[in-house]
Nanobody, 125 residues
Framework: QVHLVESGGGSVQAGGSLRLSCVAS????????LAWFRQAPGEGREGVSV???????VYADSVKGRFTITQDNAKNTMYLQMDNLRPEDTAMYYCAAAAGSVDGLRMSPTDYNSWGQGTQVTVSS
């Protein structure tokens, strides 16, 4: 498993921006997926975006065109730039890692075996 630590959450008004960061401990495999999930109160955990080590990214339809996932492999750090935030983006955001042996692009929480502690994002109207 990988130790993950998120940062960068906060409170903003609708239309604002935030950038989340996720620092990962050293990976033992060269093939893995890094993803962002979110969970609003009373809701299930949903995939927001995922990136492979090679830089291929997938986004949930609800955030396409507004969120951008990137990574700095040298620093084992992943980022989520969130622009034009909406009140419905309010949630606890988690970064997660999955081994390359699964289809991490599906963004199914059960495929991910390493999770950060979460960082809260609150968007007011």
């Amino acid at each position: 498993q990988v130790h993950l630590v998120e940062s960068g959450g906060g409170s903003v008004q609708a239309g604002g921006s935030l950038r989340l960061s996720c620092v990962a401990s050293e990976f033992t495999s060269r093939r893995y997926y890094l993803a962002w999930f979110r969970q609003a109160p009373g809701e299930g955990r949903e995939g927001v975006s995922v990136i492979t080590r090679g830089g291929y990214a997938v986004y949930a339809d609800s955030v396409k065109g507004r969120f951008t996932i990137t990574q700095d492999n040298a620093k084992n750090t992943m980022y989520l730039q969130m622009d034009n935030l909406r009140p419905e983006d309010t949630a606890m955001y988690y970064c997660a890692a999955a081994a390359g042996s699964v289809d991490g692009l599906r963004m199914s929480p059960t495929d991910y075996n390493s999770w950060g502690q979460g960082t809260q994002v609150t968007v007011s109207s």
